[in-house]
T-cell receptor, first 112, second 115 residues
């Protein structure tokens, strides 16, 4: 069974640009969550999608948004990039948001 | 919102000895407590989890204990081996699972196994 797949693995952008990250969950998993990991703040919850609906949201500005498609694949978008957005963005899937959650390898975003 | 404190930030133990990492949480409604291991450059991997209706859970050399009254839970690793070297994260959520209600993570413990 394939694991959680994130693309791309690395991204370099400049301030003011926008970026879209993609996540394909484990087959059969309908819940996809997104996390930001930085050395200073650790792992922080961005949002969770289930059946194409955002169910929960962390404390991030509106520049961070996401969506989920009917096949459970999810995308995360960050607009008007800031230097502080440089981080490892991890997505994780679980069957219905209850129980074990599995992470992808992440997308490392560098904002110059 | 939930706040999870994790200690110590760095733990160095001799190979073969035991390691204990402790976490406290603030929201008494939290009922799911997973532990993740993250090796350098790799994704966090779930190693063990516990729900609030259980006080202890064990899986080979790894065990987790939960004290709901005191709102703290701990990871115990016995007979440590070099491959146990990694950063360990504790987390808490209210949704009986990791996804829907979001996990609140501790800051992590860098476990170093000395040969």
């Amino acid at each position: 069974k394939a694991g959680v797949t994130q693309t791309p693995r690395y991204l370099i952008k400049t301030r003011g640009q926008q970026v879209t990250l993609s996540c394909s969950p484990i087959s059969g998993h309908r819940s996809v969550s997104w996390y930001q990991q930085t050395p200073g703040q650790g792992l922080q919850f961005l949002f969770e999608y289930f059946s194409e609906t955002q169910r929960n949201k962390g404390n991030f500005p509106g520049r961070f948004s996401g969506r989920q498609f009917s096949n459970s694949r999810s995308e995360m978008n960050v607009s008007t990039l800031e230097l502080g957005d440089s981080a490892l963005y991890l997505c994780a899937s679980s069957y219905e948001g209850r129980g074990e959650m599995y992470f992808g390898a992440g997308t490392r975003l560098s904002v110059l | 919102g939930e706040n999870v404190e994790q200690h110590p930030s760095t733990l160095s133990v001799q190979e073969g000895d035991s390691a204990v990492i402790k976490c406290t949480y603030s929201d008494s409604a939290s009922n799911y407590f997973p532990w993740y291991k993250q090796e350098l450059g790799k994704r966090p991997q779930l190693i063990i989890d516990i729900r609030s209706n259980v006080g202890e859970k064990k899986d080979q050399r790894i065990a987790v204990t939960l004290n709901k009254t005191a709102k703290h839970f701990s990871l115990h690793i016995t007979e440590t081996q070099p491959e146990d070297s990694a950063v360990y994260f504790c987390a808490a959520s209210k949704g009986s699972g990791g996804g829907a209600d979001g996990l609140t993570f501790g800051k992590g413990t860098h476990l170093i196994i000395q040969p």
